[in-house]
């Protein structure tokens, strides 16, 4: 405007232009500028002229705007609500457990089914023989519950509330722990329930593979039958072959089959049982001890017969490792619902069994448990395709749970090459590592053939797993007030479960020096 020409404004726009010279600029967080979902937040609008919108914009934008749109929709730990991010490794999705995360509360169920039945759940009854009918089933309801508190702990631990995701046992023990001592406390328990688990189901497949071979034969067969160690050589090369499969989503139809079959199994063994006659002199009393001592380390044993029917917590993560999560629909809300109807079908299997085969052979059940007890009581009186067919389910069940079992296995192979190569592992290279890990289980397998009698003592040392470290790593990690319920909760069951764990193995080494074990190397039976 030029000097000495007087330009008349009126006061609504005066006033109007001081309104706007008072107003200070608002500017945002920086993570608010940057995200996507705050482009149209009104607080951005405030103080900025609006750029009036071409009506060719849809269209000369279209080409661009959508591609940005799908790799923002897209892009792992998309942005959900303000300041909230899904952190992940990007290492993770060249590892078989985490390769593929489209699992649902299916998938939860079926791999948690198979690997929370097994065939340690047919001794359930010998803990009785000691306890008693009163003390088993209380122990049993209470470890039931124990077991379900802990891993429902385990599911609210998976994702952190800075938005990491872990999807390994071990590594949310070094999360808890801290890196040396996390490592210490879970590195062998873990190893040992995946490694020594599938050692155990090479014995327990090979030789009810041989007993099935001989009930469907029968004693008039002129084939001349294979002997244990090439049973084992059979079950080893059918593991192998379903190794294949390439991560952990990919074997839930294995894992399926594994669940049908433990629940077919399970039922089929204890309706079996308490439809036939009971073996004359069955009794009910507990087993006469000659001291107290020995009376007291029989209780330890009977403990952690209990403690070991309940397994599969060092797979809950990686199963869940295997789901997508967001803010609004975390991963621990399909895994909690398919662990929660497992659980219940895992009820409805385990209590039978352990009520109705003490009911039924009482103290004369043998040290193999109920499938040793039917084929020693009743294969007289019971149907050969009735028994065939238990060792049939025994066996497939074998094979679909060293498929799960193994992948930790797997998982921790493949991430020693990824993080040196800093690339996925070749197609050859993980058909190598997984022949390799089933030669080296099915090696030890045939020169340790006594090592199921060592169950007791590594498994003791294992039991934490289960019952004590999920709720220490709950107070480290989410830090609950001190001295309030949940705490005190906490720390002891925590310190009860580090108890148990210690009387468990002390039960272990007792009954090894006393009773003794059978060492023979090379010599499976």
């Given at each position: 405007?030029?000097?000495?020409?007087?330009?008349?404004?009126?006061?609504?726009?005066?006033?109007?232009?001081?309104?706007?010279?008072?107003?200070?600029?608002?500017?945002?967080?920086?993570?608010?500028?940057?995200?996507?979902?705050?482009?149209?937040?009104?607080?951005?609008?405030?103080?900025?002229?609006?750029?009036?919108?071409?009506?060719?914009?849809?269209?000369?934008?279209?080409?661009?705007?959508?591609?940005?749109?799908?790799?923002?929709?897209?892009?792992?730990?998309?942005?959900?609500?303000?300041?909230?991010?899904?952190?992940?490794?990007?290492q993770d999705a060249w590892l078989p457990i985490t390769e593929s995360r489209n699992g649902n509360a299916f998938y939860s169920a079926f791999h948690t089914l198979c690997s929370g039945i097994g065939v340690q759940a047919l001794v359930l009854p010998l803990s009785f023989t000691t306890l008693g009918w009163t003390w088993g089933i209380l122990c049993v309801s209470v470890a039931f519950i124990w077991q379900m508190y802990t891993l429902w702990l385990l599911v609210q631990l998976h994702e952190s509330e800075s938005g990491a995701r872990y999807s390994r046992y071990l590594r949310l023990s070094m999360a808890a722990f801290g890196e040396k001592r996390g490592k210490l406390f879970a590195l062998l328990p873990t190893m040992y329930l995946s490694g020594g688990t599938c050692v155990t189901l090479i014995m327990i497949g090979g030789t009810t593979m041989k007993i099935f071979f001989q009930t469907v034969c029968g004693a008039t067969c002129d084939v001349n039958p294979l002997t244990t160690l090439e049973w084992y050589v059979v079950f080893t090369c059918c593991s192998i072959v379903l190794a294949q499969l390439p991560n952990l989503n990919s074997i839930a139809g294995v894992s399926l089959i594994g669940a049908i079959t433990a629940i077919s199994y399970c039922t089929l063994i204890w309706v079996v049982s308490i439809s036939k006659s009971r073996p004359m002199g069955v009794s009910y009393d507990p087993l006469e001890a000659k001291s107290d001592t020995e009376r007291l380390f029989s209780i330890f044993n009977a403990l952690g017969i209990i403690g070991f029917a309940f397994r599969g917590h060092n797979l809950v993560l990686e199963i869940q490792g295997t789901m997508p999560s967001s803010l609004k629909r975390p991963s621990r809300v399909p895994m909690w619902r398919g662990v929660k109807y497992a659980y219940l079908i895992i009820a409805m299997c385990l209590f039978p069994i352990a009520i109705g085969g003490y009911w039924a052979y009482?103290?004369?059940?043998?040290?193999?448990?109920?499938?040793?007890?039917?084929?020693?009581?009743?294969?007289?009186?019971?149907?050969?395709?009735?028994?065939?067919?238990?060792?049939?389910?025994?066996?497939?069940?074998?094979?679909?749970?060293?498929?799960?079992?193994?992948?930790?296995?797997?998982?921790?192979?493949?991430?020693?090459?990824?993080?040196?190569?800093?690339?996925?592992?070749?197609?050859?290279?993980?058909?190598?590592?997984?022949?390799?890990?089933?030669?080296?289980?099915?090696?030890?397998?045939?020169?340790?053939?006594?090592?199921?009698?060592?169950?007791?003592?590594?498994?003791?040392?294992a039991l934490p797993i289960t019952l004590a470290y999920p709720c220490f790593m709950w107070v480290l990690i989410k830090k609950p007030q001190k001295y309030s319920r949940f705490w005190y909760l906490n720390l002891v069951l925590g310190a009860l479960g580090m108890v148990v764990s210690i009387l468990v193995v002390t039960g272990a080494i007792w009954s090894i020096v006393t009773i003794g074990i059978k060492i023979h190397f090379f010599k499976p039976q």
């Open positions: 405007m030029r000097e000495g020409v007087e330009v008349n404004i009126s006061p609504a726009v005066a006033k109007r232009r001081e309104d706007e010279a008072e107003t200070p600029a608002i500017s945002a967080p920086p993570f608010q500028l940057e995200c996507p979902s705050m482009s149209r937040s009104p607080l951005l609008d405030i103080g900025r002229p609006k750029t009036p919108r071409s009506p060719y914009a849809s269209r000369l934008m279209t080409p661009i705007a959508s591609p940005m749109k799908k790799a923002i929709t897209n892009m792992q730990g998309c942005l959900e609500e303000v300041g909230h991010f899904t952190k992940l490794d990007p009482g103290n004369l059940i043998p040290n193999g448990g109920m499938l040793d007890a039917l084929h020693k009581y009743h294969a007289h009186d019971t149907p050969r395709f009735l028994l065939g067919l238990t060792s049939l389910l025994v066996v497939l069940n074998s094979l679909s749970s060293f498929q799960i079992y193994a992948m930790p296995v797997f998982d921790n192979l493949e991430l020693r090459y990824t993080s040196k190569m800093n690339k996925p592992c070749p197609w050859w290279l993980r058909s190598g590592i997984r022949a390799a890990f089933g030669c080296l289980a099915f090696f030890i397998a045939v020169a340790l053939p006594f090592l199921p009698s060592l169950a007791g003592l590594i498994g003791g040392i």
